[in-house]
């Protein structure tokens, strides 16, 4: 859909008819044969329901949706599991019910069993606008086979109908691929109340999305790689931490995982003119990174492009600009240039980074069973920042 007609649907898409909106898709325990699907209508229905099938003209099977609720609901999300799926097939589905009335026909694709490659795409800092759709159109052309949201995700800022303006612009491309979030600092919210601001925490974010797992941090296998979703919002937390070591842990002593990647909001290194390095998380998180030999930490939180070198306990492992020996380094990734106002960098560049450019954009990986991991930084016209690659 080009951008002037996503647009005008977020501006007509009124929820009067009570007809389904701001549909969008995650994997759910299992990427293979698991997907939770998440809808609005304007007023509870009696029946929510997810139809889908693997041809677009016969939807024979159902999955009965649940209500999520939170405090401050602004309609009646809706939230379905569909369970016991083909591995690497396509589904058509559409969701709604008699009463409310049905949507269009979206289709999605599961986990194949064993890809020999497969390519995700990842970006922090979205937002509602025009850069932030023209970011999911461009997305769409990658063809990803699933999306990370590095966080800070509608700046609702306790407005909640911003969410709702938010979850329907991403639609066209959330409700085909899945769109796998991380939790930001904006996602812990604050409301006006009696002209107080009153903190409501993640409760907006935990409604609204249905994802693996406990949902403020979770873990997927796609192919040859496993994916961390880490809460940095609480990473001080000894809860949080102690379950990042166990299932950084787990992940190394699984043969099946070769590429491990974690995608967190907070980013430990970095040079913005307004914050620069997060000495707590280097303090508390990224010994845990150097441990466990994470292969990429992606992260959003400052609104553009840095790319470290390789580094092990804060030294570079490998000054090359293209490619690097696996488990040699970590990684560590900002891409925030969702579609906020961008961050200037502080004049001098850090000799730990290897690549920065203030531009809006989003991370093209492409990860192999037998060869490189190919990481891709792109423009929002989709133009190249940089390529390099994590030897296989
Ligand atoms: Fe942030």
């Keep these: ?78 939230e379905a599991k569909l369970t016991g799926l083909l591995a690497g097939t396509t589904y058509y589905y559409r969701v709604g019910d008699k009463t409310g009335g049905w949507s269009e026909v979206f289709s999605f694709r599961t986990a194949p069993r064993d890809p020999k490659e497969f390519t995700f795409t990842a970006f922090g800092d979205h937002g509602v606008g025009p850069v932030p759709v023209k970011i999911t159109e461009d997305l769409q052309k990658e063809k990803p086979a699933f999306n990370l949201l ?114 967190q909001h907070h980013p430990p290194y970095g040079s913005s003119k307004k914050r620069g ?39 570079i492992t490998d000054s090359g600009l293209t490619g690097y020996r696996r488990q040699a380094g970590t990684v560590y990734i900002v891409q925030g240039g969702g579609g906020r106002e961008l961050y200037d960098f502080a004049e001098t560049k850090p000799a730990m980074t290897a690549c920065r450019e203030m531009v809006n954009g989003y991370l093209r990986v492409t990860v192999r069973k037998s060869g490189p991991l190919t990481i891709e930084a792109k423009r929002l016209d989709r133009s190249l920042i940089e390529r390099f690659e994590i030897k296989g």
């Design 1 to 78: 859909m080009p951008f002037a007609a996503v647009a005008l649907s977020l501006a007509a898409h009124t929820f009067a008819d009570n007809k389904p909106g701001e549909i969008h898709i995650a994997f759910g325990n299992d990427s293979q044969t698991a997907m939770s699907v998440v809808w609005q209508t304007a007023t509870p229905t009696a029946a929510p329901t997810v139809q889908y099938g693997t041809s677009r003209s016969s939807l024979g099977k159902t999955a009965k949706a649940t209500r999520s609720r939170y405090a401050y609901e602004t309609k009646a999300i809706a």
């Design 277 to 315: 390095d997060n000495v707590d998380i280097i303090k508390s998180v990224v010994p845990i990174y150097d441990k466990y030999k994470v292969d990429l930490v992606l992260c959003g939180h400052n609104h553009h492009y840095e790319r470290q070198f390789p580094l092990r306990a804060g030294v």
């Design 150 to 263: 590095l966080g800070d995700i509608s700046y609702a800022n306790g407005d909640q109908p911003i969410w709702d303006a938010y979850l329907q612009q991403i639609q066209p491309f959330a409700s085909r691929v899945p769109f796998m979030p991380t939790i930001g600092n904006h996602e812990n919210e604050e409301i006006k109340k009696d002209g107080k601001e009153t903190k409501i925490g993640y409760v907006s974010y935990l409604a609204r999305f249905a994802l693996p797992q406990a949902e403020s941090h979770y873990t997927f296998d796609y192919g040859a790689a496993r994916f961390v979703a880490f809460n940095s919002d609480d990473f001080a937390n000894p809860t949080e931490l102690a379950w990042l070591k166990t299932t950084l842990a787990a992940a190394r002593q699984n043969k099946r995982v070769k590429w491990l990647v974690v995608f």
